[in-house]
């Protein structure tokens, strides 16, 4: 039987012409590569774990059968010395004789098994003469094979090497988003960020679950695109014969299960953005979105401050991250509070205020080489000198808050700051985790505001939201007051790793080649 790659144009690597060879010699000698189960007795840390002290050379007459991929192999006439490792990265020594499992079986085992393999072993526990501890193959008195090929790799494990700082490395970083899969075996950091990133959204759910939040799911095709500025993606369903949107964000329906009585609601979930890729955005993330009946935006400042700490302690140990280059950077304790236009005019030494005539502020971006669209609003141009005077310098976690009015027209306006809204956005290590809001609950308001957003459409602003018919509908039946926020979990990870966004998602989109 012919193997064919996943090109037909190009040819088969004889690497994996001679394991495609070996697997049909195996299926056509009636042993299947493949077999539906084994008989696993003990995972190899739970070998390990029973097992802590055996001398060098100590036999047991325990036997157990264990699992694992091949990562080592070592073939010494009759004597063959195998590494087995089990998806945590735990792994264990075993040992096939000629004088236990016999010369054929030995010599099958040669020949079939290659590194890369999953392969089954039965036999005693004991310790090497060197003190490793391992299995030592050995049929069972039922029967029992001492070795059995799981499943047969056809594509070699790439070769893996170690960097002066005893990092072993294999892969490029581009390889190893493409495949995740052979970054997982080959480097303990990828399968780590897998299980951090599992108690960092355990640590949120037990949070806001502890706060008495409750978790829904709101739709992800949505007829129109709302909740955040952000172009959308487009598709299409055929059985309405529509066009619909990947949601940008679930604010919309999030509120609207405020107006419904879930008085505590939060989703973490995946959105969606037409947007660049770079080191701290991606086109499809994780979200997690949270709205609290009769909150404001301080109390769910202290909100985030207490999700994001007791995440860090859940992945950590600790609210103190140990960054790639052995730096350190503390999470933990209270965060600082600055406004917007106060930190800007500092940065700029002249005052900076929404009565700014935009002039003046198209003036002041084209000296910083700042590129200005002809349909920016005023608060548009202020947030850009805000992030290239002040945001790219903030370091430790700090919220920035009272926004410009016109860039944020889901936001309560604020009582004593005219053209300013009671939003914060959280900033670390220069990159922005979170946003907050005292949500706008007036429904005249919210009208005018996303009819504004219309005629921002209208002028060319592809991020401008759309009227939202529905979700009017829905707080004019009345929304309380309320605090929420947002945070990207994968800049979460960002933060508390040190990592690029990339790094955080198990199976980040990147671009064919």
Not at 239 to 261: N, Q, S, W
Request: glycine share 8%; hydrophobic share 35%; aromatic share 8%.
């Amino acid at each position: 039987m012919e193997y064919v790659s996943e090109t037909k144009t190009q040819s088969v690597p004889e690497q994996i012409r001679i394991r495609a060879e070996k697997r049909q010699r195996l299926i056509d000698d009636g042993r299947n590569p493949y077999p539906i189960s084994v008989p696993i007795t003990h995972t190899l840390s739970q070998v390990r774990e029973q097992y802590p002290n055996l001398a060098a050379g100590e036999e047991t007459e325990d036997f157990v059968g264990v699992a694992g991929r091949v990562v080592f192999s070592r073939n010494t006439g009759k004597l063959c010395f195998v590494t087995l490792q089990q998806g945590d990265g735990t792994r264990l020594q075993a040992m096939l004789s000629a004088a236990q499992v016999g010369k054929d079986s030995l010599s099958d085992y040669k020949t079939d098994v290659d590194l890369g393999d999953h392969l089954f072993v039965y036999g005693r526990v004991i310790a090497s003469k060197r003190g490793e501890l391992s299995v030592m193959a050995q049929p069972g008195e039922d029967g029992q094979s001492a070795w059995q090929l799981t499943a047969k790799s056809l594509r070699p494990l790439p070769k893996t090497f170690k960097t002066e700082d005893g990092q072993e490395v294999s892969l490029s970083e581009d390889q190893r988003v493409r495949h995740r899969e052979l970054d997982m075996i080959t480097r303990e950091a990828a399968r780590e960020m897998v299980r951090t990133r599992a108690q960092v959204v355990a640590s949120l759910r037990a949070t806001l679950s502890g706060r008495d939040f409750i978790e829904v799911e709101t739709p992800m095709l949505q007829t129109l695109h709302g909740g955040a500025a952000a172009r959308p993606f487009i598709t299409h369903m055929n059985a309405y014969d529509t066009d619909l949107y990947l949601r940008i964000a679930p604010e919309l329906f999030l509120k609207r299960c405020l107006v419904g009585g879930i008085d505590r609601v939060f989703e973490i979930n995946r959105n969606f953005r037409n947007e660049g890729a770079d080191s701290s955005h991606s086109p499809e993330f994780t979200m997690l979105e949270a709205y609290q009946a009769y909150g404001n935006y301080r109390q769910i400042a202290e909100l985030t401050r207490q999700l994001v700490q007791n995440a860090a302690q859940a992945a950590l140990g600790t609210t103190v991250a140990t960054l790639p280059n052995g730096e350190s950077y503390d999470l933990g304790g209270q965060w600082e509070w600055i406004d917007l236009y106060g930190s800007l005019s500092e940065a700029l030494e002249q005052e900076i205020s929404p009565r700014t005539p935009r002039e003046e502020l198209v003036k002041l971006a084209k000296e910083r080489e700042i590129e200005v669209e002809k349909f920016y609003s005023p608060g548009k141009i202020v947030e850009l000198l805000w992030e290239e005077e002040v945001g790219d310098d903030l370091y430790a976690p700090t919220f920035v808050a009272d926004f410009p009015e016109d860039t944020s027209p889901l936001v309560k306006s604020h009582p004593e700051k005219p053209g300013q809204v009671q939003k914060w956005d959280l900033y670390v290590r220069g990159f922005e985790l979170a946003t907050g809001y005292s949500e706008l609950n007036d429904p005249v308001i919210q009208r005018e505001r996303f009819e504004a957003q219309s005629l921002d459409a209208a002028n060319g602003d592809p991020e401008a939201m759309q009227v939202d018919e529905e979700f009017l509908q829905a707080i004019e039946a009345g929304m309380p007051p309320a605090g929420g926020m947002g945070m990207g979990l994968d800049r979460l990870l960002m933060a508390i790793t040190g990592l690029g966004i990339r790094e955080t998602i198990t199976f980040p989109l990147v671009k064919r080649i």
